[in-house]
Structure formats: C-alpha cells, structure tokens
C-alpha cells in the first residue's frame, strides 16, 4: 500500500518536473505514464541518468542514510512518486540467476601445463542475456600447448559477442594489434580475437613465449544465449 503519493507533470521545456527532495527511508516508485520514460537523478551528489522498465523505475533509500534527491522527469510525461513495500518494488520482479566456474586455458591441439594462484569467473543471468567477469592469475606455466587458445564458457552463446579484454605481463604478437575476448555463434567457450590494419580477425595461438608465470587475464562483458 502506498504510504505516500505526489503526480508531477513536465511538459517541453519547462521546469515542473525539476525537483530536489529529501526523500526518508524506504523503497519509492516512480511511475510513468509512457512506457520509454525515464529520468536523470541524483544520488548523494552521484548522478545517474535510467529508463524506466515498462514505464516504472524504483529507488530504495538506506535506512541509516537519507539521501537527496535531484531528478529531471522525460519531457510531456507524467510520473507519479509513491512510497511503496518490498513486494511493489519493481526491481523485485526482475528474474535473474547468478552463479560462478572457474575458467581454464585449453588448446585445441594440446593444452598448456599450468597452475593458477587464482580463476574464478561470475555470471549474471537475465532472461537471454549473461553478463560475465573472468580472472585467470597465472602462478607457474610449464608448458604451452598447441592450438588455439580457448577457454570454456557455461553457457552457449546465441549469436556472435565481443567483450573488454585486460591483460597483464601476457607478451602479445604487437603493440599495432587489437585485442578482444570472442565468442562465437553456439560457441561454448571464448578465444582472444586479434586485429590488425588490413587485416582479418584471427584466434590467438598457443605458442613458445606468449603465456609465462604471473601473467593475468581479465574478460568481461555480455552474452546472448
């Protein structure tokens, strides 16, 4: 049940729906009235810029921390603010699963001979999409295998994704190349996609000098499944 509600209407460029409030604990609803509405806000001094999901956005207020609120509605729209509970909260109606695996290097030949000082991966489900971060910290590298690098992901991929790729001590083929995570149509596992000008896309390879002890690999982006 609502504990309190305001409408509020902006309307072209004017100024009816620029407010700065001090909102008390708890979880306020900002309903708009057009489904593609949203609105700038600030938190704390933090600003953020949302669309609403299905016309509705929510901000929940830490009990211990009231915060000021700054926000500037969609123009023509009308958005109704209410405090609400837990069960009205819209962002308690959006399913999602998470959970972790722990990435390794393989190759397609033979795989390399390592130990890890640590590999974990996490994963974010919403609906058909998987948001993903992997860190492989190598501790010893033994031997390099053969093939192209690959390393297995949990889910099959729908469709062709590009991810940001941060790498550490990793000796690469030149400063010139470009460097990204991949993974492919149906794919279960992502490659490390190179680029260079006038040139192709290609896998990297395992070979004699590119991976050594110490060396850290970082992946994260997002996945259609």
């Not at 509705?56 to 609120?69: C, F, R, S």
């Not at 958005?79 to 009205?88: D, K, L, P, Y």
């Amino acid at each position: 049940m609502a504990v309190a509600t305001e409408v509020i209407r902006r309307s072209g460029s004017t100024l009816a729906g620029l407010f700065t409030k001090k909102l008390p604990a708890g979880i306020w609803q900002f309903t708009f009235d057009e489904v593609g509405k949203g609105m700038k806000y600030a938190v704390n001094g933090r600003r953020y810029e949302f669309m609403a999901i299905n016309g509705v956005m929510g901000i929940t207020i830490d009990a211990t921390n009231e915060k000021q609120l700054w926000y500037v509605i969609s123009d023509d729209c009308t958005v109704q603010i209410e405090e609400v509970g837990q069960a009205a909260n819209p962002f308690s109606s959006i399913a999602h699963e998470t959970g972790l695996w722990t990435p390794e290097l393989t190759g397609t030949v033979s795989n390399p001979t390592y130990t890890v000082s640590s590999a974990v991966g996490y994963w974010t489900k919403i609906s058909n999409l998987v948001h993903y971060h992997l860190t492989i910290a190598i501790d010893t590298w033994s031997a390099d295998g053969s093939g192209t690098l690959r390393i297995p992901f949990p889910f099959t991929a729908n469709g062709n994704a590009v991810g940001s790729l941060m790498l550490s001590g990793v000796n690469l083929a030149s400063a010139n190349y470009n460097y990204a995570p991949y993974i492919g149509d149906t794919a279960e596992f992502f490659t490390i996609r190179q680029y260079s000008d006038n040139a192709a896309w290609g896998d990297l390879q395992l070979g004699v000098g590119i991976f050594s002890s110490s060396d850290i690999l970082v992946f994260t982006g997002t996945v259609r499944i």
